[in-house]
């Protein structure tokens, strides 16, 4: 899978582009605040049709312009795929592809899987742990439909058990009516949670010890059933339901469900110890960049094709031996996108090199 070509208009202060990517390394090079960051969000909004950086879609329109336009042709096994993104003042986001107008777009990843670098991934680590839950969300949803397909449903119950506690209800039985959809399907999401954690964190650990340093880290997933039973759907259900029950009076009082997937957190550690109390800047950006790269692998393993990689300054806080590394450790037959100010640090690789400037992209 790659990214032929891509079409953008009023998109942040990028104006009118015209751009065609070859299937490899393409370079994305220019001083700071030209462009190269809004480039890469247009790339990685057109594949999954959301933004790292807003959930407003009129905060991406050109304060020129009253709308914003994207349209990007992907191959994929020798198959085009148009994708085309529009978002206008007060009449919302809309997706089409194919010239197929998406009624109900939600996540493009289980079609156009994609892999992020950003500074925003800091938040993984040093973020809430809603941030946590939400990039494990992501990762799961792209390569899974049933799973967020599963999400959807058990969001949806949590808010009418929510309305229902806070109502102060004393009708037990449609709680326990809310109570066993609930269980069932957060049921579901632990189990495909916790095996996906332990397969991402096994490459992960691999990717960091082989490249980046000798130092042990770990991606470890929290929940409040035992680890014990986490891949038993009965064990969990029962155990669920006798936890519900023995709190009910309390969920009462306090208008909200007490345990559930949505309460869930994922921890990162290194020799032992809790990444985000101690760890400095450039060993939280490596151990990010070893996730990056497990996702990648991740990805393919899960769905037999590569996810498309963008990487937005991922050369800072990085020395040379490092960077070569992980250059190394990038599978060969997938397509990347890198940003970069310096393009010393990049000059001897081989691909396609693009300057943004003001706003304007043009092959260099």
């Known amino acids: 899978m790659y990214l032929k070509n891509i079409i953008l208009n009023s998109f942040r202060n990028l104006g009118k582009v015209n751009i065609e990517f070859g299937k490899g390394l393409s370079f994305i090079i220019g001083e700071n605040s030209q462009g190269k960051s809004n480039l890469i969000e247009a790339i990685y909004l057109l594949l999954t049709f959301r933004s790292l950086k807003t959930n407003y879609y009129e905060d991406m329109i050109s304060f020129r312009s009253d709308f914003f336009y994207i ?41 156009f899987p994609a892999v992020i670098f950003t500074p925003e991934n800091y938040n993984i680590i040093k973020g809430m742990p809603s941030h946590r839950r939400s990039y494990l969300n992501f990762q799961i949803s792209q390569i899974n439909p049933q799973y967020f397909h599963n999400l959807k449903q058990y ?32 049921a579901e999401l632990i189990i495909k949670r916790d095996m996906v954690v332990k397969k991402i964190n096994s490459l992960m650990k691999s990717i960091y010890k082989n490249i980046i340093s000798h130092e042990e880290i770990d991606m470890v997933y929290k929940t409040f059933i035992i680890n014990d039973v986490l891949s038993d759907k009965n064990k969990i259900i029962d155990i669920w339901k006798k936890m519900t029950l023995k709190t ?24 032992g110890k809790e990444v985000k109390s101690f760890a400095s800047q450039g060993q939280i950006k490596s151990i990010l960049l070893a996730l990056n790269l497990a996702e990648i692998y991740f990805v393919f393993e ?15 806080e990085l020395d040379n031996k490092r960077i070569e590394n992980i250059f190394n450790a990038l599978p060969k037959d997938i397509q990347i996108f890198i940003t970069e100010v310096d ?11 693009f300057k943004v400037e003001q706003g304007q992209v043009k092959k260099d």
Request: charged share 35%; hydrophobic share 30%; proline share 2%.
């Open 302 to 316: 899960e769905s037999g094709e590569y996810p498309i990689v963008l990487f937005d300054e991922l050369f800072s």
């Open 248 to 271: 009910r009076n309390e969920e009462i009082k306090k208008g909200f469900s007490l345990y559930g997937p949505h309460r869930d957190e994922i921890s990162f550690f290194m020799n």
């Open 71 to 111: 349209k990007g042709l992907l191959i994929i096994k020798d198959k085009n795929q148009v994708i085309e993104v529009v978002g206008e003042k007060g009449k919302g986001k809309r997706l089409r592809i194919n010239n197929k107008i998406q009624t109900n777009p939600d996540y493009l990843g289980n079609r």
């Open 343 to 353: 393009k010393s640090k990049i000059k001897s690789k081989s691909g396609e090199w």
């Open 155 to 186: 969001n949806k119950i949590l808010i009418q058990k929510n309305i229902i506690l806070q109502e102060r209800t004393k009708n037990m039985d449609i709680l326990d009516s809310w109570d066993q959809q609930l269980i069932e399907y957060g």
